[in-house]
């Protein structure tokens, strides 16, 4: 049976398809895996907490890599909007999703198209284009209000022969 999740509406990340929807954690078919507030004593304990619910049998050899993006973009939130969050994980039939929002600021015009590859030398800037790498799709919503970052990876599906 196929899981039914009410869905936020978020603008695309520039240069993104959306795949449809982003499932928000008011699901209807469930609870979200993870709903919780975060500052900055909190970022080891919740990657460590994203990696534990994930089964790594799910997203096989692309888990760390999703943790990973999940790892950057909660930290963001603690270094440049306000120093807490919130993060949400929730899984469809088809995705695994994590939402993160604040009430920082907003990000600035110049950082909200994706990033080009950063310089070798460059300090920071490394945290949205891993997301962009790691990610089958980033979507974000910013403001004076605070941002909503989603980083979406697809689960497996069934192999096709072609």
């Given at each position: 049976m196929e899981e039914t999740v009410e869905h936020e509406v978020l603008r695309p990340a520039p240069g993104r398809e959306p795949s449809g929807a982003v499932p928000s954690h008011k699901n209807s078919g469930g609870s979200a895996l993870i709903d919780r507030v975060?500052?900055?004593d909190d970022i080891a304990v919740l990657r460590h907490e994203v990696g534990r619910r994930l089964d790594p049998g799910l997203l096989g050899d692309r888990l760390d890599g999703f943790?990973?993006?999940v790892n950057e973009v909660i930290t963001n939130v603690v270094l440049?909007?306000?120093?807490?969050?919130?993060?949400?994980?929730?899984?469809?039939a088809a995705s695994i999703w994590c939402t993160v929002t604040d009430s920082g600021p907003g990000i600035p015009e110049q950082h909200r198209r994706p990033p080009e590859v950063p310089g070798a030398f460059e300090d920071g800037g490394r945290g949205i284009w891993l997301?962009?790498?790691l990610c089958d799709e980033?979507?974000?919503a910013t403001g004076p209000i605070?941002?909503?970052i989603g980083l979406r990876i697809d689960l497996p599906g069934p192999r096709r022969r072609i």
């Open positions: 975060f500052g900055r943790i990973l993006a440049h909007a306000g120093g807490s969050g919130r993060l949400v994980l929730s899984r469809t997301a962009y790498q980033v979507t974000m605070g941002t909503t």
